[in-house]
């Protein structure tokens, strides 16, 4: 009985976890609309708003060995620490914008960097990893598609920053609010997944790779090798 019961929590708990972490994450989003909209300079908003994202960053930091971006979250987190005992910031509308924008502007920059020269295309290098590890051929169309992939994720980030600008600059704040917090994580996770389904039906020869595998690659790029 007992090992039947363990096989099924097994087999649905990831489903669990992928349940509560949408659900968290759009809990979050809807929170921080609200707050944005209802008490943009209070001190609790400027804490949750920029602390997760902090944390986020300080993971990822502390997961790849990147001293650099610990030492930037810890200064961060100390002016927010300032700003949040001094009872906010005066015109956190402005600073919204600016952070919204710089992580979009920070993520197309990453991917853009990698098409220069003789650089490897982040996409590329991902899915080279992904097929190698599970003992797949990368091919040379593969090669090319991977590299147009990725310069289509450049100005999918940068279109998200446009956007943002003008509902800033020509939409009452409510909407830019809905489009930062609920529509920006939306577009991108329907990109993310669009992407999946498209690529296997324009070319169905590509070996097949779940979105988790494509995830976890992500994840793990720029680690440093475990060490023996």
Known sequence: MAAPMANRMAAIWPVIVAVGTVAGIAGYALLSNWLMV?????????????????????????QRRQWGTLAACAVLAAVLVVVVWRGGVQDAQRLYVLQHGAVLLTLAWGFGLTLRGNAKPLITALAEGVHGR???????????????LTAAWALFFGGLVLLSALLYGLAPWP????YCTVLTPLLSAAAFVGEHFWRYHR??????????????????????????
């Not at 599970?134 to 147009?148: E, N």
């Not at 909407?175 to 809905?178: A, C, E, M, V």
């Open 38 to 62: 209802h008490a943009a300079n209070a001190p609790l908003t400027v804490a949750l708003l920029f602390g997760p994202l902090l944390v986020a960053i300080a993971g990822v930091g502390w």
């Open 134 to 148: 599970l003992g797949q051929v990368f091919t040379p169309t593969m090669a090319r598609y991977t590299r147009g």
């Open 175 to 178: 909407w830019w609010s809905f």
């Open 203 to 228: 070319h169905p020869e590509f070996p097949r790779v779940s979105l988790r595998a494509a995830f976890e690659a992500y994840q793990r790029h720029g680690r440093p090798p475990a060490t023996p």
